[in-house]
Every structure is written in structure tokens, then in C-alpha cells.
Nanobody, 123 residues
């Protein structure tokens, strides 16, 4: 059984930027869909960005569209979430997730999860 490892969480001021990375380890297969989710205190986990491996079919939630970018580095087998113009309401634990079968925008279908990384945005 493999694992997804996130990195890059930090505390920043509003208007700042952060990049989160996710790398799968120990899987005997390649996931076709990679996604980022977040969960703020007292709120449900929400899907915010996803992509099909190969860079196709990018999807963003309305809450992050235009500010966040999901991308991949195939050579490094890493998926990155670039977050710009961060707002206090972006404060949450961010999770990387993956699944084998598209469509990648089906948030409820993700099967593999990282442990999460904290992002805190202060005003």
C-alpha cells in the first residue's frame, strides 16, 4: 500500500503565496487523477483542484479559481498546488488525493489520501 506525502504548508499573511507539493510513494501503479482538498475548522472537506495526469481536464472550485493553479512534474512524479493572493478564509488543512479512474472532478471518488498540511493565512 502506497502513501501520498504533502509538503509546503506554512503561515503567511493575506495576499501572499505558497506552493504545496504532493508525491506518491510505494504505489505499484500510476494514478490517473490527482486532486487537492481542504478542510477548514468546523467545515466539511472540499475539493478545490484536480487534474488528469498529463495535464488535461483541470478543474477548480469557484473559491480558488483564478488564484490557485494545479500542475505536475512528470519527471519528479510530483503534483503542485500554487496558491496566490491568499485570503484568511483559505486557512485550512490541505490534503492531496489520488484515484485511478476519471473523471477527475468526481470529488467523492478519490481513494488515496495524504496526511494533510496546514496552511494559515493571517489578515
Amino acid at each position: 500500500q502506497g502513501t501520498l506525502v504533502e509538503s509546503g504548508g506554512d503561515s503567511v499573511q493575506a495576499g501572499g503565496s505558497l506552493s504545496l507539493s504532493c508525491k506518491p510513494y510505494g504505489y505499484g501503479f500510476r494514478h490517473n487523477c490527482m486532486g487537492w482538498f481542504r478542510q477548514a475548522p468546523g467545515k466539511k472537506r472540499e475539493g478545490i483542484a484536480s487534474m488528469h495526469v498529463g495535464g488535461k481536464n483541470l478543474y477548480y472550485s469557484d473559491s480558488v479559481k483564478g488564484r490557485f493553479t494545479i500542475s505536475q512534474d512528470l519527471s519528479a512524479n510530483t503534483v503542485t498546488l500554487r496558491m496566490n493572493n491568499l485570503k484568511p478564509e483559505d486557512t485550512a488543512v490541505y490534503y492531496c488525493a489520488a484515484m485511478r479512474l476519471p473523471p477527475c472532478g468526481n470529488w467523492w471518488s478519490y481513494t488515496d489520501w495524504g496526511q494533510g498540511t496546514q496552511v494559515t493565512v493571517s489578515s
